[in-house]
């Protein structure tokens, strides 16, 4: 049975390799299929599609944006565009950029107000220094905690997330996000396809709770739920695969490498990856939107 792995980070967000790189171990690996979904920004996607066709992978462009949930707290919606035309997702002045550019904006000012809060509780950190680990890509949470384990500040990123970064920790700081009905609604008018990230982070009181929002959601336009995904349980799983047949709606999975914990994904050595045959529909879905035959649009 073969593997295929749709929730990956490159360096045009928080990653480690660049989409180049990320595309290259995917082809190596011997991937069924691929996706990169870098944080709030597709300005990865074309250099990936590009690999892609090279190396005859199957290939579909992706998002992963963080969303505000109508019922409170928030979620990651990944977005999937089989056979979209990379140029216009790209162009400046679509809406799905501008609404990308709406929760950079967001993060931007938020990254400053988090470094100054380390700041405050002692650590001898500065913007420079995280905009110096980022490079190019868009400055997020995971250049801040490298910036601090680089400096011997502290043990590892985890523990950055555990002790300061998470959600109501010292350094936490809110930001503006879309919320997930726009969310949707921007991935849809672009001919996407809008599925609920990793559900076991989402904080609801019971499955009962996360039933009725995934019902609301598909109400919206919720296309898909990524059941398979590290570590999420054999519960969990099965509740989602009961919830996908109940609103006739997709299943996906990936590993959502970012290539910092661990030196490769780990799809060959058989530590995470996602059996094809359990998102092959999903797979057929983005086939018949997109017409994609071996990384290319035909």
């Not at 949930?69 to 919606?77: D, E, F, K, R, Y």
């Not at 598909?218 to 398979?228: F, I, K, R």
């Amino acid at each position: 049975m073969g593997l295929c792995d749709f929730h990956t980070h490159s360096t045009a967000s928080d990653g480690r390799l660049t989409p180049t790189e990320l595309v290259d171990e995917a082809a190596r690996c011997g991937l069924d299929g691929f996706a990169v979904s870098d944080h709030d920004t597709l300005a990865g996607i074309e250099e990936a599609a590009a690999r892609a066709s090279f190396h005859g992978l199957f290939y579909i462009p992706a998002v992963e944006l963080s969303v505000d949930l109508h019922i409170g707290g928030s979620a990651h919606l990944l977005g999937y565009f089989p056979g979209a035309e990379l140029s216009v997702l790209c162009d400046s002045s679509s809406e799905i950029q501008q609404a990308l550019q709406f929760v950079v904006d967001g993060r931007n000012t938020r990254n400053p107000e988090i470094v100054h809060k380390f700041q405050e509780l002692g650590f001898n950190i500065t913007m420079a220094d995280v905009k110096a680990e980022a490079g190019e890509a868009v400055v997020g949470r995971p250049h801040i905690a490298a910036v601090l384990v680089k400096k011997g500040l502290v043990g590892s990123s985890e523990e950055v997330f555990n002790r300061y970064l998470g959600s109501g920790k010292p350094a936490y700081v809110e930001r503006k996000r879309l919320g997930d009905y726009r969310a949707m609604e921007i991935i849809l008018q672009a001919g996407g396809l809008p599925v609920l990230a990793h559900p076991k982070y989402i904080q609801t009181g019971s499955f009962k709770e996360l039933g009725a929002l995934i019902s609301s959601m598909s109400d919206a336009g919720l296309a898909g739920l990524e059941a398979y995904y590290p570590d999420q349980s054999g519960t969990m799983i099965s509740f989602l695969e009961d919830a996908s047949r109940k609103h006739n709606i997709l299943l996906t999975g990936g590993s959502d490498f970012h290539g910092i914990k661990h030196p490769l994904p780990g799809w060959c050595d058989g530590f995470f990856g996602v059996e094809t045959g359990k998102v092959v529909n999903f797979m057929n879905e983005c086939i018949s939107r997109g017409r994609i035959t071996n990384g290319k649009t035909q």
